[in-house]
């Protein structure tokens, strides 16, 4: 036998299997069926984590209510394996695309096959297989939508909230510093009337908080496990009260509240809560992309842009203008924006393919689900260290564009009426001059008057 492969069985025969690898059959035969996307878009670590935290739940499950099938023995290779998985030592054991069969189920085998050939190597004798031990009482129609709402609720609670909320202190800290400054506002890109650019961070501040609040509110829903269901919801070949049980056990071992959800049949076909989920994400994304734009317009410069403010200088800018300098955060942030975007379509349309007892589009929805949440956390980290903390204000800009706008008249309409005003504002654009001096040459206020009530930065009202 050539020492660089073993023979492996499943129920459709012999294959070769690498003989370094723990993966068995199945694993083999999606390997070599599914040559798409290798190397770039394999499932992604966090399901495989997230599966390797049902299966010990499993186990652990199992051997409560039917000891004789998972014995002690079992569930201990089993639980030490799943522990190795999830501190990554397995990695190179996991090769499969997402492009896949649309259940997951090559992914699910590939998880007991490796649990199975580790398991038994730890115990020194064949004492598991992948589907009567490592795959007991479950099937992938229930442990790969399982999978996939643990990896989410664990990105969204220990990498995207925290990022966000990163932010939100960075923002914080710039209003506090900042107070007191007031600028000019602006409307569909035109001049209006005066803010405070505590406020204008104030915006961008609560905008990232609501979205926190979202995301919070779309984690229950996700908490609900769908395991217990089996194939098609029923429950078949789970032992009674399996399903509660094993959500109890993969809380514990996740350190978060997952329950088991009341509908089985819908837990298996809808994934109406991974879309919601998403949604919130893409409301981050829209936010953020605001955000960025907002810093990168009032950085724009630096002489002939609005220039209200100083960003960190992080790199070059250009390859053939010496000096230039891009606001090269605010740019990863809206193309990782359009990203979360696009995913959120991919999302919803793999969704609405729910066919009877199951949706099979299920290694897709997970692979644009991870990365929006991936990207968004460490594009949010990023925003945050190289640039929001290093945002200063351009006082002397905002000084004089805040004196120069000519809505600033707005708040003569209460001495003048608003058609006066208007009046002044054409007459000082037209002929380049000030709103007093507009105001004074058309006769409708002295200038000692208008000095009285033209009060620009009392205007902001902060």
Same mark, same amino acid.
């Not at 997230?50 to 290779?77: G, Q, R, S, W, Y």
């Not at 795959?135 to 442990?143: K, L």
């Given at each position: 036998m050539n020492s660089n492969y073993r023979i492996e069985h499943d129920s459709m025969g012999e294959m070769k299997v690498?003989?370094?690898?723990? $993966?068995?059959?199945? @694993?083999?035969?999606?390997? %070599?069926?599914?040559?798409?996307?290798?190397?770039?878009?394999?499932?992604?670590? %966090?399901?495989?984590?997230?599966?390797?935290?049902?299966?010990?739940?499993?186990?652990?499950?199992?051997?409560?209510?039917?000891? !004789?099938?998972? @014995?002690?023995?079992?569930?201990?290779?089993?639980?030490?394996?799943?522990? !190795?998985?999830? %501190?990554?030592?397995?990695?190179?054991?996991?090769?499969?695309?997402? $492009?896949?069969?649309?259940?997951? @189920?090559?992914?699910?085998?590939?998880?007991? %096959?490796?649990?199975?050939?580790?398991?038994?190597?730890?115990?020194?004798?064949?004492?598991?297989?992948?589907?009567?031990?490592?795959?007991?009482?479950?099937?992938?129609?229930? @442990?790969?939508p399982t999978a996939l709402h643990i990896s989410a609720v664990l990105l969204l609670e220990n990498r995207l909230i925290p990022a966000v909320e990163t932010l939100v202190t960075a923002f914080k800290k710039l209003e506090e510093e900042n107070k007191g400054i007031v600028k000019s506002g602006r409307t569909h890109l035109q001049d209006a009337v005066p803010i405070s650019f505590a406020q204008e961070i104030s915006g961008w501040r609560s905008s990232l908080e609501r979205d926190i609040q979202m995301i919070k509110l779309s984690l229950a829903p996700l908490k609900e496990l769908a395991l217990g269901g089996t194939a098609v919801g029923t429950g078949l070949n789970a032992p009674k009260g399996f399903d509660k049980l094993v959500a109890a056990k993969a809380a514990l071992l996740a350190g978060t509240d997952f329950t088991s959800a009341e509908n089985k049949f819908h837990a298996l076909t809808s994934r109406d809560e991974i879309v919601f989920a998403h949604g919130a994400v893409k409301a981050l994304a829209a936010d953020m992309m605001k955000i960025a734009n907002d810093v990168r317009w009032l950085s724009s410069g630096p002489r002939c842009g609005l220039g209200e403010i100083h960003i960190p200088e992080n790199e070059p800018g250009s390859s053939i203008m010496p000096g230039k300098v891009n606001p090269t955060q605010c740019e990863q942030v809206t193309m990782v924006a359009v990203q979360v975007m696009g995913n959120d379509a991919a999302i919803g349309f793999a969704a609405s393919q729910g066919n009877f007892e199951l949706n099979v589009f299920l290694p897709v929805i997970a692979y644009n689900f991870i990365q929006s949440a991936r990207l968004m956390a460490d594009s949010i980290l990023s925003f945050t260290n190289n640039c929001v903390v290093g945002i200063t204000p351009n006082k002397e800009k905002m000084h004089e564009n805040l004196h120069r706008s000519l809505m600033l008249g707005t708040a003569l309409n209460p001495y003048i009426g608003y058609e006066n005003v208007a009046r002044c504002a054409h007459k000082a654009l037209e002929e380049n001059i000030s709103l007093k001096e507009a105001c004074v040459e058309l006769g409708y206020m002295t200038p000692e008057a208008f000095d009285e009530v033209f009060h620009p930065e009392e205007m902001a009202g902060e």
């Open positions: 690498p003989a370094d690898k723990y $993966w068995g059959a199945q @694993t083999q035969r999606s390997h %070599e069926n599914f040559p798409i996307g290798v190397g770039l878009e394999q499932m992604p670590c %966090e399901i495989i984590e997230a599966f390797a935290i049902l299966k010990k739940a499993a186990a652990m499950a199992n051997h409560e209510l039917k000891p !004789e099938k998972m @014995t002690e023995a079992k569930l201990d290779v089993i639980s030490k394996v799943c522990d !190795e998985i999830r %501190e990554g030592g397995l990695s190179d054991n996991f090769p499969l695309v997402v $492009w896949q069969t649309g259940s997951g @189920t090559q992914s699910n085998m590939n998880v007991n %096959e490796v649990i199975a050939g580790r398991g038994n190597e730890i115990a020194g004798e064949k004492l598991l297989h992948p589907n009567d031990d490592v795959n007991m009482s479950q099937s992938s129609n229930d @442990t790969y």
